[in-house]
């Protein structure tokens, strides 16, 4: 089996590294790491550079919050670009902008490593359960060589075409999730205004037509008041400013999607970009 090198250890890249470990992968960490210790402790081996986890690693998978992360850590001075070779296979399993992702995999060809934009959907629960949705972009024959890998960290693993696919996939999933809270959090503003059971509406709802994910996690959230982040505001508002340059660079207006990242946005600038996406709740009138 492949020896995985992985970079970012956060909410989601800490349980996706344990259930590689779980499957049987040999897997490497950065001792920089704050969660290194506990990967270690589950079978993991630490390194202290970018290019000793590279050198010792026959796939590089990286799982960070934003496209400047992701570029710093392989593009950048004593990045995974100076140290990967040929033969090799980088996975990126971050939420950044299809743009980069089209640039790493041009690099990582040209000296004959394949490159996969991987980004999943699915939240922490998604990450602890192995449950990911896991969206693919680049050559197929890549996508096969690490399909044992992405099964070792979801369920509904679907190659979606050229590099950057999978990056346009996952800006349309979070438009869609955003959204969603959003009308959630709408109609659970307006029925507590109107005096209705929340706890009995939300029961119904799940019957019916309206029935989601959405409605079944966050609405649950909503009615407890419980806002610790499972995926936080922050990160939901960068996403969403990933579809909108998208959709410029198309010529396309999103009202929904642009309504709800400004809201996100007004809720990071107050403070709130720590708490979980579902907060938008608390910013209804």
């Known amino acids: 089996m492949d020896t995985i090198g992985c970079i970012g250890l956060g909410i989601m890249g800490k349980p996706m590294a344990l259930n590689l470990l779980k499957a049987g992968f040999q897997v490497g960490v950065l001792e920089s790491s704050v969660t290194a210790s506990i990967l270690v402790e589950a079978g993991a081996t ?8 590279t050198t010792h690693a026959d796939v590089v998978l990286t799982m960070l919050p934003d496209s400047p992360e992701v570029e710093t850590v392989v593009l950048g001075d004593e990045g995974v670009l100076q140290s990967i070779t040929a033969g090799k296979l980088f996975i990126d399993m971050s939420t950044i902008a299809p743009g980069v992702s089209k640039v790493i995999y041009e690099k990582m060809q040209a000296i004959g490593v394949e490159a996969l934009d991987a980004p999943v959907s699915g939240g ?27 099964q070792a960290l979801g369920k509904n693993i679907v190659w979606i075409g050229p590099a950057g696919a999978g990056q346009t996939t996952k800006a349309c999933n979070q438009m869609i999730v955003g959204i969603t809270i959003q009308a959630v ?30 409605l079944d ?54 403070g709130n970009g720590e708490l979980d996406h579902s907060a938008l709740y608390l910013f209804q009138s």
Not at 46 to 53: C, D, G, I
Not at 185 to 210: N, P, Q, T, W, Y
Not at 229 to 244: R, S, W, Y
Request: hydrophobic letters at 50%; aromatic letters at 6%; a neutral charge.
């Open 185 to 214: 959090a709408e109609a659970f503003s307006l029925a507590s205004h109107a005096g209705i059971d929340l706890e009995k509406m939300r029961e119904v709802l799940l019957g019916g037509f309206a029935q989601s994910k959405i």
């Open 217 to 270: 996690l966050h609405g649950r959230r909503m009615i407890d008041g419980n806002f610790k982040p499972g995926f936080k505001m922050k990160l939901h508002k960068k996403d969403l400013e990933i579809a909108l340059a998208t959709s410029d660079d198309l010529g396309l207006t999103l009202l929904g999607t642009t309504l709800v990242a400004d809201l996100m946005a007004q809720a990071v600038t107050n």
């Open 46 to 53: 630490a390194y202290p550079s970018v290019a000793a986890l």
């Open 124 to 150: 922490q629960v998604g990450a602890e359960n192995a449950s990911l949705s896991i969206m693919v972009g680049g050559n197929k024959a890549a996508f096969d060589r690490a399909l044992p890998i992405f």
